[in-house]
């Protein structure tokens, strides 16, 4: 699979997931865990829903086209 995350769309990804996390932690509550999802998508710069509705945020994966 290529990478399809880039730029501003991983670092808010990344973000996202750490605040989300963080207010799971806070309020003590199991719903911090889907925070997990955004965080991973955006470190590792691949996701899934992206695939199927054919959107690439990563310039370095289209210039190689």
Do not use: Q
């Not at 003590?28 to 695939?51: H, Q």
């Amino acid at each position: 699979m290529k990478k399809n995350v880039g730029g501003i769309d991983k670092i808010l990804r990344i973000v996202l997931g750490v605040v989300i996390i963080g207010a799971g932690i806070f309020f003590n509550s199991w719903w911090g865990a889907i925070g997990v999802v955004p965080l991973l998508t955006g470190l590792v710069g691949r996701c899934g829903l992206y695939y199927p509705m054919g959107v690439n945020t990563c310039p370095l994966e289209e210039a190689k086209k």
